[in-house]
Antibody
Framework: QVQLVQSGAEVKKPGASVKISCKAS????????IHWVRQAPGQGLEWMGW????????NYTQKFQGRVTMTRDTSISTAYMELIRLRSDDTAVYYC??????????????WGQGTLVSVSS | QSVLTQPPSASGTPGQRVAISCSGS????????VNWYQQLPGTAPKLLIF???QRPSGVPDRFSGSKSGTSASLAISGLQSEDEADYYC????????????FGGGTRLTVL
């Protein structure tokens, strides 16, 4: 069965960086795009971008351009999301999500359990 | 301010039918399919409806989706207490804002 297991909670100071991992299992890692979505406390879902695990190609939403980097290590079926120059409003639960089908513009059929990142001085 | 507009709350009694709306524009709902996600308290979102009206395996047929023009709707019939959750609509967007946009979410309360 498809599983996405994310790394544990992080506490960071403003200006620091965080790198979250998302380990995939139960399917061919390079066959399906992985997206990253975040949710601030008590708020809705916010899409951050995607990575094509096969090519390493990425697409980030404008809001995070220059601060986010999505990478992958196909040898261990793991995707990563790094966010730099953290601010207090980056405090959120960060989710990785795999597309449901290997087609363009597919929905997010499988989600990681989420990683809480707290940014505070 | 979310790109897709949902009512912040909805409610119903057990057994009732409720509908949650999602309004967008020509660049998102108007030209792409709509997906719905259910988020139970303290858990990750779960895909509920994809491609406007398709249910993943395991999702009860009490849940249904529809789309017309630049709006979409999620209907839940035979409401049950375990349906109490946040519901989000989402769609790909052809504008520069980004490929995927979400609604602000609707909190469903089962009275």
């Amino acid at each position: 069965q498809v599983q996405l297991v994310q790394s544990g909670a992080e506490v960071k100071k403003p200006g620091a960086s965080v790198k979250i991992s998302c380990k995939a299992s139960g399917y061919t890692f390079t066959g399906y795009y992985i997206h990253w979505v975040r949710q601030a406390p008590g708020q809705g879902l916010e899409w951050m971008g995607w990575i094509n695990p096969s090519s390493g190609g990425t697409n980030y939403t404008q809001k995070f351009q220059g601060r986010v980097t999505m990478t992958r290590d196909t040898s261990i079926s793991t995707a990563y999301m790094e966010l730099i120059r953290l601010r207090s409003d980056d405090t959120a639960v960060y989710y990785c999500a795999r597309v449901r089908a290997a087609t363009t513009r597919s929905s997010f059929g499988f989600w990681g359990q989420g990683t809480l990142v707290s940014v505070s001085s | 301010q979310s790109v897709l507009t949902q009512p912040p709350s909805a409610s119903g009694t057990p057994g009732q039918r409720v509908a949650i709306s999602c309004s967008g524009s020509s660049s998102n709902i108007g030209s792409n399919t709509v997906n719905w996600y259910q988020q139970l308290p303290g858990t990750a979102p779960k895909l509920l409806i994809f491609r406007n009206n398709q249910r993943p395996s395991g999702v009860p047929d009490r849940f249904s989706g529809s789309k017309s023009g630049t709006s979409a709707s999620l209907a839940i019939s035979g409401l049950q207490s375990e349906d109490e959750a946040d519901y989000y609509c989402a769609a790909w967007d052809d504008s520069l804002d980004g490929p995927v946009v979400f609604g602000g979410g609707t909190r469903l309360t089962v009275l």
